[in-house]
């Protein structure tokens, strides 16, 4: 209990030393600080124009001593840094260095000494608008549609020859051309940029974009036109002659290709023909267009049939259908008389009685085998042998070009 | 000598195997290392997916604009790729390092960052920071959306400045930025940034805290997960049958811990925010208040985790702050323990951002940290609206350290933890059994009466396990740690009639 009661007086007196000794120091230390505060002080940076020569900040008081320990910490658009304090002439400077007053923008500025704040402000950096670089123009889309609904859009931003966004209410000068005739409007800066509509023209073509801002002026773009969806077209049918001769190459070709507002479709529009038969074979070809206008080939069928054709533009439009009529050209089936196991048929001859073409197929039908067999000079034969086939009288079907015949053979 | 000639032989074979093995496993490394490489299908980008990293808080104020509609898609690339321009933009500054500048930046911005950094490098200045809330407007989106112009206003955040590896300042700015865009190679770049304007920081109003006084109460973890309060396996009636036992206590207050990873970090665990809510339930039927304690073992504080952290601490405090059971909030527990592997300088600065950013989605709950001793809770007085810290010594000293720490600050003072675990085993010389625990608890509710002292008790069980992280694998402290509970699984300890028995217990 006496160490205890001992314990209170000394606990007492320490702290009164204690609270004696800090309340010293603090004081002192508060001093020094006011003496840091009062006497140093730089003219702050007022606004200007931004500039690649830096910003000297002269000191309006300073006490040497202190000087070493400032600080001057300085943050713009890109950042903040730290920047030294300089001696020149015998008198203390900051120099903001161009990385810092080169862009445009708002600056704070802080003067510290070992951590505490001593001075601190802002200015602002405004763009230097009598020294302009270019106008930077963004056009898009750059392939527009010539009808009344399509446009593209011209965005401009001006900067100034060091890259900074201009004020609002610059002025700059928005031009394009087309077929000839130009066309300009004046659009106000906001927000460092400037934008223009432009609707589309109703004729295909290449549509030049440029803009200029006193004697500065934008690279050129252009937007390319191209021609609207497609009208409804027709198609026709060339070909030397209507016989289903397997040989001839028949042409369907439509008529020139235009959108509503009568711009030729661009070449290499892809025409797809679709083909059917009377036998309801069903085909296609296809085929590009050349200054609006599609071919397309196909060989003649070898036997009489009726084609339906109908050319379509995928997602676009389609022709309406046209019927192509082909005659056979072989009016009947010559068999020759019949030499040992050996059936020679033909010579198989045309329209005009020429021989038909080489390769047309005849088919020899016996027992419901076929063979099918290519003509040379009209002409084909076929041997049949006694060891598959047996001995007998048969009777044998040939058939080409869409005609048949009949006749009974005996095979030894 | 044929035994001998037994055992060289098996050695000799063994060793043979052995080395062939290793041989053939390195052969097979190398070739599996050879084989791989770059894939084609990388190059485009498609297959990395994007990783919370930098979550700032983004508010699109509007994205009306004369140009074009925006698309939700590209507004959210937009945002991405510009949050992504100030990170790289971050990180350039802090490592004076360009990595990154280039896919985010045009070549004319390019240029103008990179000769900052370039200064900087030179004179040895290196700026940590990091953005924490946008505000953007669209000022325009061009028709080919290939040009979008933002105004990005109240841009706040925090950089700390360091010089030769010296810190010299911290400073918070809120700032407006012009933003031009351009969608270059699928990324939009920044090809202009503007400072339009700087403001002055808001101030965040101390809170006054009610409820404060007169707390009585226990730290608290359910008895079969101590640590680990929001398993699946506790169900409403564990916490409905503690809470009980705690009210019996005649105890106001519970506090509670929440792991920053156990509820998913940025990206919240619904399903334990649930069983969080579930906990201020049950604690609101036995008429108990929370404290929460938020951050539990997190340990990085690095400036750019703050976005990620601070996201983590939005979606807990709007889906809890109108909770009535809720009485505040603990930022951290016991970070002074963090100081020496972190540094001090980086943990307080964490700590003071994180504050505000509570104190702006909360206006009404005071917000405290639990300092682990009384010498430490004289950190950050000024932003916190109470004052909690934790108690392990001697219990005689306790009065004069309360004391003295009262001395410092009108703010009311908690004492977050003390307790004194019953452990007389093994691994002590001389430890305190059950009957010391209630002897300590004893002298301390005297203490505590007379000079009212508010204080939550560490703890209401003992627990079986204690995971790895809290006490280290140290057996004599883990050993400890198990036996802070005034109950254990057979019942009550004397300590618990002694605490339900106080004097200065709650009506």
Not at chain 1, 56 to 68: G, L, Q
């Amino acid at each position: 209990m006496i160490k205890r009661n001992l314990h209170v007086p000394i606990f007492i007196v320490t702290v009164l030393i204690a609270l004696l000794f800090s309340c010293s120091t603090a004081t002192q230390k508060e001093e020094e600080k006011r003496i840091t505060t009062y006497n140093c002080s730089i003219k702050a940076p007022v606004d200007q124009v931004v500039t690649n020569a830096g910003i000297v900040v002269h000191f309006t008081s300073f006490v040497r001593d202190i000087v070493e320990q400032l600080e001057f910490i300085i943050s713009g658009t890109y950042g903040t840094t730290v920047l030294p304090i300089q001696l020149d002439n015998e008198q203390f400077k900051i120099n903001i260095p161009k990385e810092i007053t080169q862009h445009a923008g708002r600056i704070n500025w802080q003067l510290i000494a070992g951590g505490k704040t001593i001075q601190k402000g802002d200015f602002k950096l405004f763009s230097n608008t009598n020294a302009l670089k270019t106008v930077e123009n963004y056009l898009g889309p750059r392939s527009i549609i010539a009808n009344n609904r399509d446009y593209t859009m011209l965005v401009s931003i001006p900067v100034d020859s060091l890259d900074n966004l201009l004020p609002d209410g610059t002025n700059v000068s928005m031009r394009h051309q087309f077929k000839g005739v130009i066309q300009q409007e004046i659009h106000r800066v906001t927000a460092g940029f400037t934008w223009h509509k432009i609707n589309s023209p109703l004729i295909t073509g290449r549509l030049i974009t440029g803009s200029t801002l006193n004697n500065i002026s934008s690279t050129e773009l252009v937007a390319d036109v191209f021609p609207d969806i497609a009208r409804p077209f027709k198609i026709y049918e060339d070909s030397n002659h209507n016989y289903a001769d397997g040989n001839e190459i028949i042409s369907i070709k439509t008529d020139q290709i235009k959108d509503p507002n009568g711009n030729v479709m661009s070449d290499g529009t892809i025409v797809t023909f679709f083909m059917t038969d009377n036998f309801n074979q069903r085909w296609t070809t296809t085929a590009s267009t050349v200054n609006g206008y599609a071919f397309a080939k196909a060989l003649h069928p070898e036997k009489p049939s009726t084609w339906t054709v109908r050319g379509v533009i995928t997602g676009m439009v389609e022709s309406p259908e046209i019927e192509i009529k082909f005659q056979s050209i072989l009016k009947e089936i010559t068999i020759q008389p019949q030499e040992s196991n050996t059936i020679i048929v033909g010579p198989l001859t045309s329209y005009l009685g020429q021989v038909v073409p080489d390769g047309i197929q005849v088919s020899l039908k016996l027992n419901d085998k076929e063979i099918i067999l290519k003509t040379k000079k009209g002409i084909v034969s076929h041997t049949y042998d006694s060891k598959t086939i047996l001995p007998g009288t048969y009777e044998l079907k040939v058939a080409s070009l869409g005609v048949t015949a009949l006749k009974a053979i005996d095979l030894k | 000598m044929k035994k001998n000639k037994i055992l060289y032989r098996i050695f000799i074979i063994t060793v043979f195997i052995f080395l062939n093995a290793g041989v053939i496993y390195g052969i097979s490394q190398v070739i599996a290392y050879l084989n791989t490489g770059a894939d084609s299908s990388k190059m485009l980008h498609l297959d990395v997916a994007r990783t919370d990293y930098y979550l700032p808080d983004v508010t699109w104020v509007s994205i009306n604009n004369p140009g074009r509609p925006m698309e939700a898609a590209n507004q959210q690339k937009i945002e991405q790729d510009y949050l992504d321009a100030w990170y790289v933009k971050n990180l350039a500054l802090e490592n004076n390092n360009i990595d990154g500048i280039y896919d985010h930046y045009t070549e004319t911005a390019r240029k103008k960052v990179n000769a900052l950094i370039e200064y900087n490098a030179a004179q040895k200045i290196s700026i940590q920071s990091t953005t924490l809330s946008h505000h953007i407007t669209l000022n325009f989106y061009s028709t080919d959306g290939t040009v979008a112009v933002l105004t990005d206003r109240q841009v706040t955040g925090v950089e700390k400045i360091y010089k030769d590896h010296v810190f010299l300042t911290q400073r918070e700015f809120n700032d407006d930025y012009r933003i031009i865009l351009l969608l270059e190679d699928g990324f939009w770049r920044v090809r202009h940034f503007e400072k339009l304007a700087a403001h002055q920081n808001t101030s965040i109003a101390q809170i006054a805290p009610v409820g404060i006084e007169k707390m009585q109460g226990l730290n608290y973890y359910p008895e079969k997960h101590p640590w680990d309060t929001f398993n699946d396996s506790i169900k409403k009636e564990t916490l409905k049958a503690d809470f009980e036992i705690i009210k019996d206590l005649k105890l106001n207050t519970i506090r509670i811990f929440i792991g920053y990873e156990d509820l998913g970090k940025a990206a919240i665990d619904n399903l334990k925010l649930k069983r969080l809510k579930t906990l201020l339930d049950q604690a609101q039927k036995a008429d108990l208040k929370v404290m929460i304690t938020l951050f539990d073992f997190y340990g990085d504080y690095d400036m750019n985790n703050w976005t990620l952290t601070n996201r983590h601490l939005k979606s807990i405090v709007n889906s809890l702050k109108d909770h009535p059971a809720v009485l505040c909030w603990d930022i951290k527990n016991e970070p002074d323990l963090d100081f020496e592997n972190r540094g001090k300088d980086r943990v307080l600065s964490w700590l003071s951002q994180t504050i505000k950013a509570v104190k702006q989605l909360d206006s009404l709950h005071p917000v405290t940290i639990g300092w682990s001793t009384h010498k430490a809770a004289l950190h950050l007085k000024e932003d916190v609206d109470f004052i909690s810290y934790h108690y392990y010594q001697d219990l005689e000293d306790l009065s004069k350290a309360h004391n003295s720490l009262k001395k410092t600050t009108l703010k009311p003072i908690v004492l977050q933890e003390i307790g004194l675990p019953s452990y007389d085993g093994f691994w002590t010389f001389n430890g305190n059994d059950k009957e010391d625990q209630a002897l300590f608890y004893k002298q301390f509710l005297e203490t505590q009466k007379r000079d009212s002292i508010n204080y939550l008790l560490w703890t209401l069980y003992d627990f079986d396990t204690i995971p790895q992280d809290v006490a280290g694998s140290l057996p004599w402290r883990r050993n400890k740690q198990a036996y802070f509970g005034i109950m254990d699984s057979t019942g009550i300890k004397p300590a618990y009639n002694v605490i339900k028995n106080r004097s200065s217990r709650l009506p």
